[in-house]
């Protein structure tokens, strides 16, 4: 846990935005390099953008983006949902009810993956494009225990697959961590080391009533009693962080059928993202590459990751600057 | 074989129910139709002594939540303190002991202030039997058995549940036991702390004084039984968050080696592993949690350890394998860190039967 709210100031969208970009592919010095972006305008999402809007540096350096995509490439969606105690009852049928309509939204050549956690994590399965399959699992969860949101999300990132798909990882999660063996900082190291865009979703939640239970029988689970509670402090710094890492945004759940809106809402601005790709030039292969983006000619904020790290398999344990 | 494998053995490897004990008290909540028959307080003693843990529990919730039944007890407590009646109050306060526990569980329909008339009746007879007897077997059995279970519930550190921790220490003070107990408190409460630094009594963020009061404590425990597995572990692993490697090193590698049981072995192997990994060991880091794995049979935290490492190294490939695996671990059974995060809750199921026989006698 400690260090953990050093990594939380990082820095908002400015007209010079710090991004985190990433490349498992790059081990040549010649792969292009792809930049999820998002560029908002008043918090509205600006679409129609060519490549020419953008101005991309690496290291620095002035690079030339060669490609502008959106909604062309697949999607990946990795599911990293939190079904510890509290979400029982009521929050657990909303939770079913949205992913129900989350699977309905996915595009044929899309895929999705479900991975659940209490302290225990559960792959249900890997990418797949099979809904039915995927809405049968849905049905089937169940939920209780304690909370390892912060060691799910590092399986989320570790399971993103070398394809050529956009990988979104919607990480749902209503508490404070409990249960987990990795530190929110070393799986915040490891969102800078993949192009995964993390959306975190937590509910908010009025009239809560801080009771803990504790059911002798069952002392892995301790929470607060009553319905859906939502994240504390903390749990919001670390899914806020998550999401500023990695270019992606928080969202809050609220009222009757906040779920359901929220998780198709983060689809459809995930949808209305750029997909940047330029070839690095004049900067190294290896190593850490801070990015900057910003919008040439116009007005907007561009929200992205911060840096990719060019890996070279099997060099020694690395971490990104802090 | 260390001392203390015996004692893990309780959980070692084995399901939920074997890990920590499925709990032999199983409460039913008062009915309706029985609250209109107010219990004799002797009869609900009587039931208790002869076994009868949930109509002597659930009885005793109902005449405690009355105000007369504060003042009976309140008198009653007075006469038997008057009399040195100390078996008497032993066999009270086990039995609001044991409503307390499950006045905060979910199956009590007691609510707060319910919760907190049994503190109050458990501290009002602690304080007559500590006067009596404050150094008896069962005194030091019952702190042992009541600060696992403020550690493994995550009570709030209110004074009703937290202050006789200073009273164990005072009447115990060289006692191995209860100062392993008083720094795994010191532990667990830097870890709440850190994540969520408003559970603190201070209000204020984790402290490593809490963690170099742990050390202190925990010390003096290795000191009192030198040969103590979870005393050295926990030592080992407060050492670390310390960051004082040179320390944590020396106590982590004797409980690695295979006479150690698996479960405080896995344990010791994690947080070498950690402790490894922050010195920039990668390969035997990568050793010690390939090492863990396998020894229990849920070892997630190994696997997503090993899973981190070999991501960092830029071995993703392997890192997806790793987390596979890590995300097919058994339904059933426990990982022991889940277990180590919860304090000395693995040491109650048997202060609990211990302090049960004690009193039936």
Excluded at chain 1, 113 to 139: E, I, M, P, Q, W
Excluded at chain 1, 283 to 304: F, Y
Excluded at chain 2, 283 to 292: G, P, Q, R, T
Aim: aromatic share 8%; proline share 5%.
């Amino acid at each position: 846990m400690t260090g953990t709210l050093s990594l939380l100031s990082l820095a908002s969208c400015a007209a010079m935005v710090s991004l985190v970009a990433q490349t498992a592919r790059f081990t040549t010095g010649v792969a292009a390099v792809r930049v999820d972006v998002l560029v908002t305008d008043r918090g509205r999402p600006v679409t129609g953008l060519a490549r020419t809007d953008f101005e991309l540096r690496d290291n620095g350096v002035a690079q030339t983006v060669t490609d502008v995509s959106s909604e062309t490439l697949p999607l990946n969606l990795l599911c990293v949902l939190d079904l510890s105690g509290s979400v029982t009852g009521l929050p657990l049928a909303n939770l079913k009810d949205a992913l129900a309509a989350l699977i309905d939204a996915l595009a044929p050549a899309d895929r999705a993956a479900l991975v659940t956690f209490s302290h225990r994590l559960h792959l249900h399965t890997r990418l797949t494009g099979n809904k039915a399959l995927l809405r049968s699992l849905v049905d089937g969860v169940r939920s209780g225990g304690n909370t390892s949101v912060i060691d799910a999300a590092f399986a989320g990132l570790a399971m993103r697959e070398a394809d050529e798909g956009r990988t979104l990882m919607l990480l749902f999660s209503d508490g404070r961590d409990t249960a987990s063996w990795l530190t929110a900082r070393t799986v915040l190291e490891a969102a800078r080391r993949t192009d995964v865009v993390v959306y975190p979703v937590t509910a908010r939640v009025t009239n809560f009533m801080n009771m803990t239970v504790f059911r002798p029988n069952d002392p892995l689970t301790v929470v607060p009693s009553g319905r859906l509670r939502p994240a504390s402090g903390g749990a919001i710094r670390l899914l806020d962080a998550f999401a500023d890492d990695t270019g992606g945004r928080m969202f809050y759940a609220e009222g009757e059928g906040g779920l359901r809106k929220t998780f198709l809402d983060v689809l459809a601005e995930f949808r209305q993202r750029y997909v940047l790709s330029y070839t690095p030039t004049g900067v190294s292969s290896d190593g850490w590459h801070p990015i900057e983006v910003k919008l040439l000619a116009r007005s907007g904020q561009v929200k992205a990751r911060r840096g990719y790290f060019g890996v070279t398999p099997g060099a020694g344990a690395r971490t990104p600057p802090k | 074989m260390m001392k203390g494998a015996g004692v893990l053995g309780s959980f070692g490897g084995r399901p939920l129910a074997c890990a920590i004990g499925l709990l032999v008290f199983c409460h039913v909540p008062p009915t309706a139709g029985r609250q209109d028959a107010r219990p004799r307080y002797a009869d609900l003693l009587a039931a208790y002594k002869t076994g009868d843990v949930d109509g002597a529990v659930s009885g005793v919730m109902r005449l405690t939540s009355s105000g007369e039944g504060t003042k009976t007890l309140a008198d009653w407590v007075a006469n038997r303190r008057r009399s040195k009646d100390v078996v008497s109050l032993e066999l009270a306060l086990m039995l609001h002991t044991e409503a307390a526990i499950l006045g905060f569980g979910e199956s009590a329909a007691l609510g707060l202030g319910g919760w907190l008339d049994q503190l109050r009746a458990v501290r009002r007879i602690f304080v007559a039997l500590r006067a009596l007897a404050p150094r008896s077997a069962f005194v030091r059995n019952w702190h042992l058995l009541w600060e696992s279970v403020v550690q493994g519930a995550g009570l709030s550190p209110i004074s009703l549940t937290a202050d006789y921790l200073p009273m164990a220490l005072e009447d115990f003070p060289n006692d191995a036991e209860v100062l392993l107990a008083a720094g795994c408190r010191y532990e667990w409460l830097w870890w709440i702390g850190s994540a969520n630094p408003r559970r603190l009594p201070s209000g204020g963020s984790s402290s490593d004084k809490q963690l170099r009061t742990a050390v202190d404590l925990l010390r003096r425990s290795r000191t009192a039984d030198p040969a103590a597995v979870v005393t050295r572990l926990r030592l080992g692993r407060v050492l670390f968050l310390l960051d004082d490697f040179d320390r944590a090193e020396p106590e982590l590698r004797p409980l690695t080696v295979a006479t150690v049981e698996p479960a405080w072995r896995y344990l010791g192997l994690l947080f070498l592993g950690e402790l490894l990994e922050h010195r920039g060991e990668t390969a035997a880091a990568d050793a010690a949690y390939e090492s863990a794995i396998g020894l229990v049979p849920v070892d997630q935290s190994a696997r997503v350890a090993a899973a981190q490492l070999a991501h960092k190294d830029g071995r993703r490939a392997e890192a997806a394998e790793d987390i596979g695996r890590a995300l097919d671990r058994p339904e059933t059974g426990l990982d022991p860190w889940w277990l180590y995060l919860r304090g000395q809750w693995w040491q109650f199921e048997d202060r609990l039967r211990t302090a049960r026989a004690m009193v039936r006698r």
